[in-house]
């Protein structure tokens, strides 16, 4: 029998098995190594606050509808960083054979029969391992974010949130030539964004304050600075958006790429967005940013980044911090639920 996870209700994680597909021509079955939890989309659902368990996405008119729920419980098999190797191959599939390397998504089960297509140019490049690819969802959400920023070299770039997505837009806007300072309540965290190429890293509350002190002054007489060129925030939390918008320039740019959930509270947009005419813009995996569709994709982001990894241009292990064995996979989801600043990726193991 196959395992997998499911959320049988808000905040109940168990593992239960299932029988495995027959796989039918051009599929592909591939055994899981690891599976990466996502700390942000992921515990929505698990928490029970995700938008799809109270309304449904209609893809067409690309809004929610108050209808019944798109998602209910229980919530089988939720999660988009997985690894594993190809055990078996359909009639009729070329390009893949038993035994690659594999990344992908299929959710947090031990096996998963899937269409060849989707797995093509998903063998993991040189120097990858089988629990660095589990980082190429993350890594493409970041990178996506560095995208939607717009950095130029020797700008002054604020990173918001420095969770396992954070931190690697960190390292992937010191690779694109900005100078970046980065806002954490963890400590921990703030540390490690140093090693990630964070000039200096603060407290949340004040930050903007601060950031504004670490830019130039506007004329020969300020005490504060112009601001940052663009702020990244990855935490979801409305009162760091709002303090992110406080931290830019006239102009500037911030990149809310964090999950927010429920109505904005803490988010004031009459103060400094109106008054800064400061740009506020969404970067959501779905897509990449418009102006760039026409040369980006969404697996670009995830391969470019992958090669990054194998490139020794971003190291990911650092980022594991727990290795939990799909039998405790409850214990895992209720370490991230309660104890968020004691984790960082946790990767499940099969």
Do not use: C
């Not at 506020?280 to 940013?289: K, R, T």
């Amino acid at each position: 029998m196959a395992r997998v996870v499911q959320f049988t209700a808000p905040r109940q994680a168990e593992v239960v098995e299932f029988q495995p597909e027959a796989l039918p021509p051009g599929h592909v079955r591939v055994r899981t190594a690891f599976s990466g939890i996502s700390a942000g989309t992921e515990l929505t659902a698990y928490r029970g606050t995700n938008p799809y368990l109270t309304r449904t996405w209609d893809p067409e008119a690309r809004i929610f509808r108050d209808a019944e729920a798109g998602v209910a419980f229980p919530v089988v098999g939720w999660g988009y960083s997985e690894t594993g190797v190809v055990s078996e191959v359909g009639e009729g599939v070329t390009g893949l054979a038993e035994g690659d390397e594999v990344w992908g998504i299929w959710g947090h089960r031990s096996e998963a029969v899937l269409p060849a297509e989707k797995l093509l140019g998903h063998q993991l490049p040189p120097g990858v391992t089988l629990s660095s690819a589990a980082f190429a969802r993350v890594g493409a959400i970041a990178f996506n974010a560095i995208l939607s920023a717009r950095i130029n070299l020797g700008e002054l770039i604020a990173i918001f949130g420095q969770g396992v997505i954070g931190l690697l837009a960190t390292r992937l806007a010191t690779l694109s030539g900005a100078q970046v300072v980065t806002v954490d309540a963890v400590e921990s965290r703030r540390a490690m964004s140093l090693t990630y190429g964070a000039l200096t890293s603060f407290t949340p509350g004040t930050a903007a304050e601060h950031i504004r002190a670490f830019t130039p002054s506007p004329s020969s007489s300020g005490a504060e600075g112009v601001g940052a060129d663009a702020v990244i925030e990855l935490s979801g939390v409305y009162a760091a958006l709002h303090e992110a918008i406080r931290a830019v320039g006239v102009g500037g740019r911030v990149v809310a790429s964090g999950f927010y959930q429920g109505d904005g509270n803490g988010l004031r947009l009459g103060e400094e967005f109106h008054h800064n005419r400061v740009e506020l813009i969404s970067s959501q995996i779905g897509g990449v940013p418009v102006e760039l569709s026409g040369r980006w994709s969404v697996d670009r982001l995830q391969q470019t980044f992958l090669g990054l990894v194998g490139q020794g241009a971003v190291d990911v292990e650092p980022l594991i911090s727990h290795r939990v064995p799909i039998d405790n996979a409850a214990d895992a989801y209720t370490l991230l639920d309660t104890r968020p600043g004691d984790a960082l990726q946790v990767l499940l193991e099969f």
